[in-house]
């Protein structure tokens, strides 16, 4: 009897050795898996990078595609639908792990530009799994939370979100969280462009760890030129990895779409494709399979914050940054912007806050109950 054979991306970590003893498994590059290697292949495990149409899955024996990422915009899910291929994704899996990139954001920019974000107004566009963990970040911070999801708006009723001009009218800063759709009334493909622009009435901070094709690049570009947007912070770009460097010039912070790469996020999105590969061929692997010993952060988990005389933004400042500080990856970047796909495939350990302990010193209840809402411990 001829044995399951699953291809897979070789950049998806905890993966190696645990499907191995019920089926064969081959590892290549995301942009390297083609028709010829999966002719034969019953199954994929894949992320963003392997783009799976009819050019890729005709002719193959392809039944179940498993990616490894919360956005779906690199399966082509009508074709699978037509052709009884199974497609599985995995929302939500790397949430915390934006927040804690956005929470990072807010609190680097508000230190460098002097600001306190309890006055500010942030607009999020796209209210899923992601925005919603970024409203709670947001209103944890103390801003003033605007949300902008027509989907949502048209299913549970207007009340509690604002339209596109309110957010391009009031909001300070404006952070896009939505899914890369291409045509139809909630397309998503170049939202922020030249007419966005346009239209903003403040300056307002920008920031996209989406999908870089939701911001139209010459848009964005002459938006900074003509003064429209006072700061950007990128994690996503058009043309990925190939991305514009004049663009990567002229934004604050730039990074290589690693926003959703912690650990736990990795681990979470390498589990949902293990379950239902299991399920789907009944490999027999325990149920809810999880990677073991997901590995610490290089310094520990452990943060010692003495509270004394600093204000409560600079204690969060402090906390966040040193679980994850985004000055890091964007200094790499802008260094070396064409080993953008090396960057993300030896990204380091990166532990969410639900996984560091704080001991805080001379500090009252008000900050504790904050980093606790968090997730700290």
């Known amino acids: 009897m001829k044995k399951i054979k699953i291809v897979a991306d070789n950049q ?34 894949i992320r ?8 890729l899955l005709d002719g193959t024996n392809v039944k179940l595609i498993t990616t490894a990422t919360i956005g779906i915009d690199h399966i082509d899910t009508d074709y699978c639908n037509r052709n ?12 915390s792990s934006v927040m804690q990139y956005i929470a990072s954001v807010l609190l680097t920019l508000a230190e460098n530009k002097n600001f306190d974000l309890s006055s500010k107004t942030i607009g999020i566009i796209g209210v899923g799994n992601v925005g919603s963990k970024i409203q709670k970040v947001a ?28 957010i391009q009218n009031e909001c ?13 009334e909630y397309k998503t493909f170049h939202l922020a462009d030249n007419k966005f622009f346009s239209n903003l009435k403040k300056k307002p901070i ?32 058009e043309n990925e990895p190939d991305i514009d460097l004049e663009l990567l010039k002229l934004v604050d912070i730039a990074t290589p779409h690693i926003a959703g790469y912690s650990a736990d996020g990795k681990a979470n999105g390498t589990a949902v494709c ?57 200094r790499i970047l802008k260094k070396s912007p064409a080993t953008f796909e090396k960057q993300r495939g030896d990204y380091r350990i990166r532990r969410e806050f639900n996984n560091y302990k704080i001991k805080l010193a001379n500090c009252n209840q008000d900050v504790m109950e904050i980093l606790k809402k968090l997730g700290f411990k």
């Open 48 to 55: 963003t990078r392997t783009k799976c149409n009819s050019e």
């Open 206 to 237: 920008l920031i996209n760890s989406s999908r870089g094709e939701v911001i139209e690049t010459n848009a964005l570009k002459n938006a900074i030129k003509n003064n429209l947007i006072q700061n950007v912070v990128l994690d996503v770009w």
């Open 12 to 45: 998806i970590p905890f993966l190696k050795s645990i499907l191995e003893p019920y089926c064969d498994v081959e590892y290549y590059p995301g942009k390297d898996i083609t028709k010829e290697k999966i002719t034969d292949a019953d199954a994929l495990i």
């Open 84 to 95: 009884n291929v199974k497609w599985v994704n995995a929302p939500g899996c790397n949430s």
């Open 274 to 330: 293990v379950n239902e590969i299991n399920k789907y061929f009944g490999f027999g692997l325990k149920q809810k399979w999880y990677p073991e010993n997901v590995p610490l952060p290089e310094h520990g988990n452990e943060i010692i914050i003495d509270c004394k005389d600093k204000t409560l933004q600079a204690i969060l400042h402090e906390a966040v940054l040193k679980t994850y500080n985004v000055n890091d990856d964007n």
């Open 139 to 166: 209103e944890t911070l103390g801003m003033n939370v605007l949300l902008n999801d027509p989907p949502r708006a048209e299913k549970e009723g207007p009340e509690k979100f604002s339209d596109r001009q309110t």
């Open 172 to 184: 300070d800063i404006i952070t896009f969280h939505v899914p890369l759709i291409h045509i139809g």
